[in-house]
Antibody, heavy 123, light 107 residues
Framework: QVQLQESGPGVVKPSETLSLTCSVSSYSISSGFYWDWIRQTPGKGLEWIGSIYHGGRTDYNPSLKSRVTISVDMSKNQFSLKLTSVTAADTAVYFC????????????????WGQGTLVTVSS | DLQMTQSPSSVSASVGDRVTITCRASQDIGSSLAWYQQKPGKAPKLLIYGASNLQRGVPSRFSGSGSGSDFTLTISSLQPEDFATYYCQQASSFPQTFGPGTTVDIK
């Protein structure tokens, strides 16, 4: 069973950088699939942040693209999220998830998720 | 971004009831739709993908249908563990987007 686990600070100050890591077990990231970050807030619901795949290619939500970087560390079987210049609007539960695509589908569905980690932006 | 809407926003039902939730996309997405179940404090769980394909391990009382812009999730006989919030997600138009959710609670 594939398992994902988010880790990182639970509180980030406004204007600083949010950094989270997702550790994957029972599956090698280098073997394929898409590795995504998704966040959830009471106000905006579930919001896709971005994806890393094919050894380092990335896609980002245009609404966040200027502030987001997703990277991968194959040696540790981890991938990471950095979100710069955070504001209170970035307060959310952040999930990492594994994405897959069928032959007829352009974008990903998510079959394995981390438990989620609450990140609060506050001074 | 492609907008997803769901109706109703909440539904009260009893164990054994048949429950139907609707998801509508703001444009044609073919069959590129998934349904997820989320319980409080947990991650979403994939139930259906490709509009009607049951994810491995998901009970057969869950079914999905629809294509184009209108989709339905049906729970044929509601069980106690099914009380949760359900989300649809489109996988056709970048960026992928989710519906606002439908909460199924106890009548």
């Amino acid at each position: 069973q594939v398992q994902l686990q988010e880790s990182g600070p639970g509180v980030v100050k406004p204007s600083e950088t949010l950094s989270l890591t997702c550790s994957v077990s029972s599956y090698s990231i280098s073997s394929g699939f898409y590795w995504d970050w998704i966040r959830q807030t009471p106000g905006k619901g579930l919001e896709w942040i971005g994806s890393i795949y094919h050894g380092g290619r990335t896609d980002y939500n245009p609404s966040l693209k200027s502030r987001v970087t997703i990277s991968v560390d194959m040696s540790k079987n981890q991938f990471s999220l950095k979100l710069t210049s955070v504001t209170a609007a970035d307060t959310a539960v952040y999930f990492c998830a594994r994405g897959f695509r069928g032959l007829l589908h352009v974008l990903s569905y998510y079959d394995f998720w981390g438990q989620g980690t609450l990140v609060t932006v506050s001074s | 971004d492609l907008q997803m809407t769901q109706s109703p926003s909440s539904v009260s039902a009893s164990v054994g009831d048949r429950v139907t939730i609707t998801c509508r996309a703001s444009q044609d997405i073919g069959s590129s739709l998934a349904w997820y179940q989320q319980k409080p404090g947990k991650a979403p769980k994939l139930l259906i993908y490709g509009a009607s394909n049951l994810q491995r391990g998901v009970p057969s009382r869950f079914s999905g249908s629809g294509s184009g812009s209108d989709f339905t999730l049906t729970i044929s006989s509601l069980q106690p563990e099914d009380f949760a919030t359900y989300y649809c997600q489109q996988a056709s138009s970048f960026p992928q987007t989710f519906g606002p959710g439908t909460t199924v609670d106890i009548k």
